[in-house]
């Protein structure tokens, strides 16, 4: 792996106190909460609106109800991630989660009320209550990144680049000094800056363009992830890529970013059939249709394949059309613009690369392995997942824990902002060819997606290998973006060949059982030499939570198995 992305020498510096890079829900709040400390530079990729917020249809899950709680909340969680959520993490979430909605509802979020004037709550797959705060019917994300821009517009202190993309991160000492970032469309191919800071958050999204088809946006190409192992951060849980079991199938050679059918409309009633018109979930699982992510991805694989099907179908004909034109306008007129009326169709659906639940590996303050470096957001792996997200746990991680990360920052204002600093690791420079890019993602979705296999996984290792070679001389946004890919892909590769189980989002078709007498804990990785390096560190139970049989996150030093990957 390139330990550090070739660029032109820095045109120009500036100092700030704190980076926030990303403009998601996380980005945005830790930016805000940021500035209440120091300046604040708020870099994104594109558009402050291009993230993946803004695309979350179901909503945001806490326990708002008055006959829900924070137990139960914890307790869902805890099932969907099968065996490694880190406990306290999970604990953080859920009894911080309702009062940070209620704040955010301050702050100017609207969401859809209920008769009485309360917030309307659904249910989406995990969750055995309606806990799910939704916005203009299913467009709970759009709605949150309106309410925060417009926070942001109103708040002092942080200044906004758009189009920008951060290289790589500047060390001193040991610690961040700051970042290297490349702006776009400024009159100039390599407008290659400097920004000097105390430190520098990552909540640059997720990484679902390493696969052909996902629902992430053109943006997530896995940035964050990338430049952490560049400079030596460990990251966790990589293995665990979540497919949405219900993204709209546009035919077999379908690429790029995928319509999304949420969670909701299941949790409203829709049923999952197959051609006959069987609901084929009924008996895989208690909840059915509703079962976790993780569950419902591989019971319509699994029909796909007794079947000889290329899909399955989502039918919500029984909701109606005023149901569907009031709770879920952006699906229906989605699934209109495909060439399907979900009022009088079922909409045809199979799964896609969605959400990853690993990351880079942080507290529960967002602090990672490398001093003055937070990540918080999908980039991040809080622990708060473990081996499969519950359904609408993105939004309030995001929005969790860049709260507290901006509360932690305060204590960075105490440390001068360092002018001298160098890359993290200028040992390998290089960039890997824009035209591979395709090939990565072929390759990671042949071998690394739904299913996968001992045979497979070393089949995209040596592919990735191969890809690898080559090579790029001309430093561009479409080479950095291909070889973050390439890192982030080998990473995942190497972590989901070194865990031989299936566990939550991780399906081994070669060890089809989950297997806690040797798997379970989690797998942890770090970047040297140009070898990323897996530790296997298993868990140590602590007392069971409410509800749960699942045991906490310690890991004595001693029990660590490494493996080179």
């Known amino acids: 792996m390139i330990d550090e992305l070739a660029a032109g020498a820095p045109g120009w510096t500036t100092h700030t106190d704190a980076v ?18 120091g300046r604040v530079l708020l870099v ?34 805890l099932t969907a991630g099968v065996g490694l959520c880190d406990v306290e993490a999970v604990r953080t979430l859920v009894t911080e989660g309702p009062d940070a909605v209620r704040r955010l509802i301050e702050t100017g979020a609207h969401f859809d009320l209920a008769a009485d004037g309360t917030v309307s709550l659904t249910r989406e797959g995990g969750h055995h209550r309606r806990r799910i705060a939704h916005a203009g019917g299913d467009a709970t994300g759009a709605e949150i990144s309106r309410a925060l821009l417009a926070a942001l517009k109103q708040t002092e202190g942080v200044e906004v680049i758009e189009h920008a993309l951060v290289l790589d991160l500047l060390m001193e000492g040991g610690r961040v000094a700051g970042v290297t970032l490349h702006v776009m469309g400024e009159g100039q191919r390599d407008g290659v800056g400097a920004v000097r800071a105390r430190s520098v958050v990552l909540a640059t999204g997720g990484l679902g363009q390493v696969f052909s088809a996902t629902t992430n946006p053109v943006v997530s190409t896995g940035d964050g992830v990338a ?21 709209m199938w546009l035919g077999p050679g379908a690429t790029g970013q995928q319509p999304l059918i949420s969670e909701a409309v299941r949790g409203e009633g829709a049923h999952l059939v197959d051609a006959s018109g069987e609901r084929f979930m009924v008996g895989r699982h208690e909840l059915a249709e509703l079962a976790p992510r993780d569950v419902v991805a591989k019971g319509i694989m699994n029909r796909m394949r007794e079947t000889g099907e290329q899909h399955m179908l989502l039918d919500g004909r029984h ?12 699906i229906l007129a989605s699934c209109r613009e495909h060439g399907i009326d979900p009022v009088t169709q079922p909409i045809p659906v199979v799964p896609a690369a969605h959400y990853a639940s690993g990351g880079i590996r942080t507290d529960r303050y967002g602090r990672t392995s490398i001093p003055g470096l937070y990540a918080c957001g999908e980039t991040a792996c809080t622990g708060v997942h473990g081996a499969n997200r519950l359904a609408s746990n993105s939004l309030l991680e995001g929005l969790v824990f860049a709260e507290r990360i901006g509360e932690a920052l305060a204590e960075e204002q105490a440390l001068p902002v360092i002018d001298g600093g160098a890359p993290a690791r200028p040992r390998e420079r290089g960039l890997i060819d824009p035209s591979v890019r395709g090939e990565i993602q072929r390759v990671m979705s042949a071998h690394c997606g739904v299913l996968r296999s001992a ?15 080559r090579t790029s001389d001309d430093p561009c946004v479409e080479a950095w973006e291909t070889t973050n890919l390439h890192t982030v892909a080998t990473a995942i590769v190497a972590a989901a060949e070194r865990r031989e189980e299936t566990r939550g989002s991780h399906w081994r078709e070669d060890f089809p059982e989950r297997d806690d007498a040797r798997w379970l804990g989690r797998l942890s990785g770090r970047l040297g030499a140009g070898t990323f390096r897996l530790e296997f560190a298993p868990e140590v139970p602590e007392p069971e939570a409410p509800g749960s049989r699942v045991p906490g996150p310690g890991v004595p030093e001693e029990s660590r198995r490494t493996t080179a990957a």
């Open 227 to 247: 430049l952490a192992l560049r400079a030596g951060a460990e990251v966790a849980d990589l293995e665990f890529v979540q497919f949405h079991p219900t993204v």
């Open 319 to 330: 909701l109606g059309a005023r149901f569907w034109e009031t709770r879920f306008p952006t």
């Open 455 to 469: 045979e497979g996984l070393a089949e995209a290792r040596r592919l990735l290998e191969e890809l690898g070679g």
């Open 44 to 77: 994104t990729k594109a558009l402050l609106d291009a993230g993946s917020t803004r695309w979350a249809q179901g909503g945001i899950a806490a326990a708002l109800a008055p006959e829900d709680s924070p137990e139960e909340h914890l307790a869902d969680t």
């Open 20 to 37: 926030v890079i990303g403009s998601g829900i996380a980005g945005l709040v830790a930016a805000m909460r940021a500035a209440r400390h």
